[in-house]
């Protein structure tokens, strides 16, 4: 069992900043991409911010220069921080991972729950 769990999040408002987080657990032999994804209300779900397990990094265009992701591979964790938040940027943003729980298997995706973001104008 793999399991991502996120922390961070609230209410924030714009012009600010905002830090999320997102460790994973269970029986992990390795990780490969990590990345953040939003759901804003009306939309589809969107990659917001990528990582790769070689150290390469992706963003929408709409967050380029505002957010910042990075990884600690030894703690299996992402973070997102975010700065110069909008109200645009309101929406639940969810972790995903590519995960093997063994050197032998397949990686699979999984998912953490969501945080709720805010931000208010």
């Known amino acids: 069992q793999v399991q991502l769990v996120e922390s961070g999040g609230g209410l924030v408002q714009a012009g600010g900043s905002l830090s999320i987080s997102c460790a994973a657990s269970?029986?992990?032999?390795?990780?490969?991409?990590m990345g953040w994804y939003r759901q804003i209300p009306g939309k589809r779900l969107e990659l917001v911010a990528g990582?790769?397990?070689?150290?390469?990094?992706n963003y929408v265009d709409s967050v380029k220069g505002r957010f910042t992701i990075s990884r600690d591979n030894a703690k299996k964790t992402v973070y997102l921080l975010m700065n110069s938040l909008k109200p645009e940027d309101t929406a639940v943003y969810y972790c995903?991972?590519?995960?093997?729980?063994?050197?032998?298997?397949?990686?699979?995706?999984?998912w953490g729950q969501g945080t709720q973001v805010t931000v208010s104008s």
């Open positions: 995903n991972a590519e995960v093997a729980t063994a050197w032998a298997r397949p990686m699979n995706d999984y």
């Open positions: 990582s790769t397990s070689g150290g390469s990094t």
């Open positions: 269970g029986s992990i032999a390795r990780i490969g991409f």
